[in-house]
């Protein structure tokens, strides 16, 4: 990880407040577009301020460790890469994960690797060399099949909001209202305030202001928020990288269901290799 080890260990120590909420994900599965959301519901829809910072508002519990969170005001929004049970837990506190098919996840990642060349000295690295490193799953917070079936298994918890980036992206108002009502801010009978959320939260709106969301990038990378869209993966994977990763899926699906949560995604993997 790449994170201080000290603030991992801090952060596992965080006791979780029933006010909390957590938004948690594995790598580049849409967590900033579902912190934006959160975080506008909360706010009547304010956008973050030219000078704030999403990391500062909503801090990376594992980055900064428990003693920042305990100071945040309630309630706590905390951000987490780590799988269900590592996360600090309480009944009352509600979590939201986000899941994102392995195959656009994997692009995602391999861009992100690539555009930090201080935290992980990979601007030059092909797709080929981390595709390997994803299906072995050794790369930044480890493994993605760990992450997300151990946030499956928990996806009927009552404190618990599992959505997946692709319905986000399908229909952006009924994922709002649902994490409004989840949050308890039934705000659904509110036409402008609902407006100004999915305005907010838009992918036209989110990488205007990209540097609300992340440190700077150099020039020649892509953006944090970079292209935003379904099924791309299939301009970068080669069929051969297609079965391999279809099979890892088949191996690693433990009790979580791939092909049903992204049906689209697996029938074009099909037809790709
Ligand atoms: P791409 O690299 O495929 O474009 P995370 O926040 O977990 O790191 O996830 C980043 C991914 O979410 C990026 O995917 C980014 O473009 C996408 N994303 C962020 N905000 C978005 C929005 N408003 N609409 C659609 N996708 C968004």
């Known amino acids: 990880m790449g994170f201080p080890s000290k603030a991992l260990l801090s952060a596992l120590q965080y006791r979780a407040e029933p006010s909390d909420i957590f938004v948690s994900a594995y790598p580049k599965c849409g967590m900033t577009w579902v ?17 704030q910072r999403m990391t500062e508002l909503f801090p990376h519990l594992e980055e900064v460790g428990k003693d920042s969170i305990n100071a945040l005001p309630a309630p706590r929004l905390i951000k987490t890469h780590l799988p269900f ?12 994960y986000v899941a994102r098919n392995p195959f656009d996840c994997a692009v995602s990642f391999f861009h992100h690797t690539r555009g930090f060349p201080k935290h992980y000295d990979f601007a030059d690295g092909t797709f080929e060399d981390f595709f390997e490193c994803f299906v072995a799953g050794e790369v930044d917070f480890g493994d993605y099949f760990d992450n997300l079936t151990s946030w499956y298994a928990h996806k009927d918890d009552q404190n618990v909001l599992f959505l997946t980036y692709e ?11 649902s994490i409004g009502k ?91 290799c």
């Open 35 to 51: 912190q934006n959301i959160v975080y506008l519901i909360l706010g009547d829809a304010i956008p973050l301020a030219a000078e």
């Open 182 to 272: 989840f949050l308890g801010h039934d705000f659904s009978q509110n036409e402008s305030l609902v407006e100004m959320v999915l305005h907010h939260s838009s992918f036209s709106s989110m990488s205007e202001n990209q540097d609300r969301w992340s440190s700077p990038r150099p020039e020649n990378m892509p953006a944090f928020i970079r292209k935003g869209v379904v099924g791309d993966w299939v301009n970068q994977f080669s069929p051969e990288q297609t079965r391999c990763l279809l099979e890892k899926c088949s191996r690693r699906e433990q009790g979580c269901n791939l092909e049903a949560l992204w049906p689209d995604i697996f029938a074009m993997a099909r037809q790709h």
């Open 85 to 96: 049970v590592m996360t600090p837990y309480h009944p009352k506190t509600r979590y939201i």
């Open 167 to 177: 319905s986000i992206k399908l229909d952006l108002c009924r994922a709002v209202l």
